[in-house]
C-alpha cells in the first residue's frame, strides 16, 4: 500500500517534505505529484477517480490560499482525504488554507491537521495503514514510544 502526497504548487514542498519524510521513516511507499486544483483541473479529475486502482491506501493533499485542492480531491475519491493547510505568499495569515480545508460540506470528509501540519498529516496516514498492517502499527507504535522517552529525558536532564 502507499500513500500519495500531493500538492497544489512547488512552493509547497519544502512544507509535504515532512510527511514524505516521517511515512519513509515508518516504511511506506509514496507516490508524490503536483496536482493543482486550479491549473490543473483535468489532472485532479483523474489523479482523484484512480488513485484507488494504484494501490492508494490514502491522499495527503497540501494546498495554500483558497486552498481547494483536498476538497475536491475527496469529492471525488474513495479513498480518506488528509488535508495539509499550507502557509502560502498569498495566504491571509495560513487562515484562509485552513477554513478551505476545515469547512467541508457535510458527505465529503476532509481531516485536516495544523498549519503546515505535514509531519502530522503523515503520522495520521501511516496509522491509517497500520490499522490493517501490523508491521507499519508496530513501527507506530514504537514511534510513539520514542515521543515518550524523549519528554522523560528531557524532564531528567531539566532536573540535573
Known amino acids: 500500500m502507499k500513500i ?3 500538492m497544489g504548487s512547488i512552493s509547497d514542498m519544502p512544507v509535504m517534505q515532512e510527511a514524505i519524510d516521517i511515512l519513509k521513516e515508518f516504511g511506506i511507499e509514496t507516490e508524490v505529484d503536483i496536482v493543482s486544483a486550479h491549473r ?3 489532472k485532479l ?10 494501490g492508494i491506501a490514502a491522499i495527503v493533499a497540501g494546498a495554500g490560499g483558497a486552498a ?9 475519491s474513495p479513498l480518506p482525504v488528509i488535508g495539509v493547510p499550507v502557509k502560502s505568499s498569498n495566504s491571509i495569515d495560513g487562515w484562509d488554507s485552513v477554513l478551505s480545508i476545515l469547512q467541508m460540506p457535510g458527505g465529503v470528509p476532509v481531516a485536516t491537521v495544523a498549519l503546515n501540519g505535514a509531519k502530522n498529516a503523515g503520522i495520521l496516514a501511516a496509522q491509517i495503514i497500520g490499522s490493517s498492517d501490523k508491521a507499519v502499527l508496530d513501527k507506530i507504535i514504537a514511534y510513539k514510544e520514542s515521543l515518550k522517552q524523549a ?3 528531557a524532564s531528567e536532564n531539566l532536573k540535573k
Do not use: Q, W
Not at 45 to 54: I, L, P, V, Y
Not at 68 to 76: C, F
Open 68 to 76: 481547494h485542492l483536498p476538497g475536491m480531491v475527496a469529492s471525488m
Open 45 to 54: 479529475f483523474d489523479f482523484s477517480k484512480n488513485a484507488h486502482t494504484r
Open 151 to 153: 519528554v522523560l529525558k
Open 40 to 42: 490543473t483541473p483535468e
Open 4 to 6: 500519495a502526497i500531493i
